[in-house]
């Protein structure tokens, strides 16, 4: 049998195979298929396939998080038939209005697992890498296909290691790693790739960290994205398993692609420009750039550790007048814990607005548009024209200490002044 990338051991798991190669179409059973609001979508073209029954119910996740609350009377009618179906159909992981995105929800209640395959009906998916599984995107007509019949095809990606070396310097984080990943690689770098991570890096980050390098690698064009399990063994559940387990790490004289490496201690904060994830420059070539809105959350940078970088920033301190800091946890359950620590109330004696967990403000959707011509720095994963409201706007992508400190001074802001 051939040395295997981790992704090519565990699609050859998922397809019954002793191994599979890159470019090979295989049929693979997913351990989780989790679909969002779009799950009425699903459904139509599930029902289009004349099945009346879904294959594996147990295997189904449906959290409702892009327009949570529904922000129009279509999104509540859409909203309102996806909870009759999971209630006909027996799908017992629902995750309704204000639980949260899919992707930490999935990661936080356990559902997700190193070696598992996981696939999902939404682009960010490569986020479920960072427990050491595989994370793929479909769209609804595919998702039908699981539902009718427990599997899908996919053709299994080449993979991409990536070597992260060093630690990073006072004010630089994940997020500045991830837009440095994706400003070498392109946009369309490592198009239906898997991007396979190692390196000393891995020694520290948690597992909010390496949410965000995976989630981001969609911002590149990957397939998928992965974290082997030899840099977290006891941080998260590992299932029980045999076959899934073995599928936690890689093999040794396992073939690659590609190998690229990123000196995360030779890096400065960065920031992507306006209107593409790998336009990236040193937040010291924009500093200046005054801001409208200034918004920290997404499933790339609202969790726990996110907020409390920004609130340790804004504890004492007012955000510009003029400027809107709009906060959005990941999930109830990081929400909870910010109240609990306090981090809630500084950054509401800051100024900022803090809404329900969920996706609306990072697509557009509703709980912080942008009007023509309005400057927004997010912490979110795209920047494209029009992502979070007009076409006219313009957006900025940073780490959640770069958007406090420019909401502070209501301009692009190094946040190793407040660091220090």
Known sequence: MSEMTLCEKVLARASGKDSVTPGEIIEAKPDVAMSHDNTYLVYRSFVDTGATEISDPGS??????????????????????????????????FFDVGSGICHQLLVEDGIVQPGMLVIGSDSHSTTYGAVGAIGIGIGAMDMASIWAK???????????RLEIAGAPRLG???????????????????????????????????????????????????????????FFKNEVTHSDSKSVRACELPDDKAEYGRELSIDAGALEPLV?????????????????????QAFLGTCTN????????????????????????????????????????????????????????GCGPCMGAHQGLLADGEVCISSGNRNFRGRMGSSEARIYLASPATVAASAIEGKIADPRSYLR
């Open 150 to 160: 427990g599997s899908l095809w996919l053709k299994v990606p080449e993979s991409i």
């Open 272 to 292: 992507a420009l306006p209107s593409l994830v790998s336009n990236c420059a040193p937040v010291s070539s924009v500093e200046g750039e005054p801001i409208d």
């Open 172 to 230: 630089v984080y994940a997020k500045d790693i991830a837009l440095k990943m994706v400003s070498e690689l392109g946009p369309m770098g490592a198009d239906y790739c898997c991007i396979e991570f190692h390196g000393s890096y891995f020694s520290t980050p948690n597992l909010s960290e390496r949410m965000t390098l995976c989630n981001m690698a969609a911002e590149a064009g990957a397939k998928c994205a992965t974290v082997p399990s030899r």
């Open 60 to 93: 189904i996740a449906v959290v409702l998080d892009h327009r949570a609350p529904a922000s129009t009377v279509n999104a509540a009618d859409s909203q309102k038939e996806i909870r009759r179906i999971v209630k006909e159909f027996g799908i017992g992981r």
């Open 302 to 357: 609202g969790r726990l550790d996110d907020l409390m970088i920004a609130s340790s920033i804004l504890k004492g301190r007012r955000i510009s007048g003029g400027v809107r800091l709009i906060v959005t946890p990941a999930s109830r359950e990081i929400y909870l814990s910010a109240m609990k620590n306090g981090i809630i109330e500084t950054l509401i004696d800051a100024g900022a607005v803090v809404t329900n967990p």
